[in-house]
């Protein structure tokens, strides 16, 4: 899978949107763009998708560059409870392999 | 409506013991991912498991460490003989139908496994 470079951290003021970005300059046609997150002490989750087009869902949405070389996940409005590592992930859809690739992540801090 | 379960969450062995940590799928998923995450770094992939096979264990470290995932039952992580650096928070995620690029994958709690 292609690989993706985001910042190590970012901060946000609670109840202000939130814009997190991620670099895939060497994505392929097939990749598809996904995001997870993972709160303290628990393991990731599932927060949205991509391909070309932006998303749209109940945690959050999905900005995709037209040259799909970035993307940027939109948390709307920061809660505390959005405080995690988000990981922005590239999977292609005709690659054998079955599971994620973690980078590092940004650790989103939501201040009060 | 059960999420992926993991036990024990908390796991302590002393050096050359084994550790087996349990994963169950959620309803109706046949496929499974074992992540270990070793303190302050991101989850990497061990092994992926379906029914009864192995289909890529890639990941998994050559010696002492082995999975399985029977007909009936969680699917198990074992590690024999550990060592510290086998200390870490290992992940099961479960997904349903043939993987692809849009079935998301569901995480359990994790087992953090202490090696003294």
């Known amino acids: 899978d292609a690989k993706t470079t985001q910042p190590n951290s970012m901060e946000s003021n609670e109840e202000e949107p939130v814009h997190l970005p991620c670099n895939h300059s060497t994505i392929s046609g097939t990749d598809y763009i996904h995001w997870y997150r993972q709160l303290p002490s628990q393991g990731p989750e599932y927060v949205i998708h991509g391909l070309t087009s932006n998303v749209n869902n109940r945690m959050a949405s999905l900005a995709i560059a037209e040259d799909r070389k970035s993307s940027t996940l939109i948390l709307h409005r920061a809660t505390l409870r959005d405080a995690a590592v988000y990981y922005c992930i590239l999977r292609d859809i005709q690659g054998s392999a079955r599971q994620l690739t973690f980078g590092s992540g940004t650790q989103l801090t939501v201040l009060p | 409506n059960a999420g992926v379960m993991q036990n024990p969450r908390h796991l302590v062995r002393r050096r050359g013991q084994e550790a087996r940590l349990r994963c169950s799928p959620m309803k109706g998923h046949s496929h499974v991912y074992w992540y270990r995450q070793l303190p302050e770094e991101g989850l990497k992939f061990m092994v992926y498991l379906q029914k009864e096979n192995i289909i890529d264990e890639s990941g998994m470290p050559k010696e002492r460490f082995s999975a399985e995932f029977p007909k009936e039952g969680p699917s198990i992580l074992r590690i024999q003989q550990v060592v510290r650096g086998d200390s870490a928070a290992y992940f099961c995620?479960?997904?349903?139908?043939?993987?692809?690029?849009?079935?998301?994958?569901?995480f359990g709690p994790g087992t953090r496994l202490t090696v003294l």
């Open positions: 995620a479960s997904s349903q139908g043939v993987p692809s690029s849009y079935n998301e994958q569901f």
